[in-house]
């Protein structure tokens, strides 16, 4: 399985400010994908990094709210933009390996709420 | 689209008993892989058990096990000699062979009493 780290751990932003949400693995992944839990509820698939392109959407989500990055196999930031109280949410970053896709591991999540 | 449904919200067991947790889901794919994660308080999802929809083997992990009904797309979690560290919100999860996304159901809280 995967070491990944996720920063910050947790934030209490204001209301249309943007936070990046970082997530490092310690080995190289083929996949990195990004979740948003939302208090009480389950998780559900924002989109997924691909490294040296745009990432893919789920519908719903949209670029200009959620930017993504992913400028190498190890490290992928999520932002969220223009935050109002509705973005409260814990914000998860999950992994996949080239012989493994089918698996992915997570990590702890970050915290996020918006006053 | 796929769903997943989990009909229990919460569950709770004694220490050493054994407790089974219920996961329903949809689809029209043959093939596909379904999971059980587990989210402790500290927030992380760790993946618990793994199914492939073409093994009609169920699969085992040490006290984890799991009843896979693919005719009534049912994948129930069996925790037997529950320990208090499995106190944890239990999601079950669904992915397309082809694809890579995860479907998730809408959980189940279990707590391990003393």
């Known amino acids: 399985s995967a070491v990944i780290s996720q920063k910050p751990s947790r934030d209490i932003c204001q209301r249309g400010t943007s936070l990046t949400i970082q997530c490092q693995v310690d080995s190289q992944v083929t996949m990195m994908f990004w979740y948003r839990q939302q208090p009480g509820q389950s998780l559900t698939l924002i989109a997924t990094a691909n490294q040296g392109s745009e990432a893919t959407y789920e519908s719903g989500f949209v670029i200009d709210k959620f930017p993504i990055s992913r400028p190498n196999l190890t490290f992928s930031t999520l932002t969220v933009s223009n935050m109002s109280p509705e973005d409260s949410s814990i914000y998860l970053c999950?992994?996949?390996?080239?012989?493994?896709?089918?698996?992915?591991?997570f990590g702890a999540g970050t915290r996020l709420s918006v006053l | 689209a796929q769903t997943v449904t989990q009909s229990q919200p919460e569950m709770s067991v004694q220490e050493a008993e054994t407790v089974t947790l219920s996961c329903t889901y949809d689809t029209s794919e043959n093939n596909y892989y379904l999971f059980w994660y587990k989210q402790p308080p500290s927030r992380q999802m760790i993946l618990v058990i793994r199914?492939?929809?073409?093994?009609?083997q169920n699969a085992t992990e040490n006290r984890f096990s799991v009843n896979f009904q693919k005719a009534a797309k049912s994948f129930s979690l069996k925790i037997s000699d529950s320990q208090l560290g499995d106190t944890a919100m239990y999601f079950c999860a669904f992915m397309q062979t082809s694809g890579s996304r995860l479907t998730f159901g809408e959980g189940t809280q279990l707590t391990v009493n003393p």
């Open positions: 999950s992994v996949a390996y080239q012989g493994a896709k089918n698996i992915q591991y």
């Open positions: 199914q492939e929809a073409y093994k009609q």
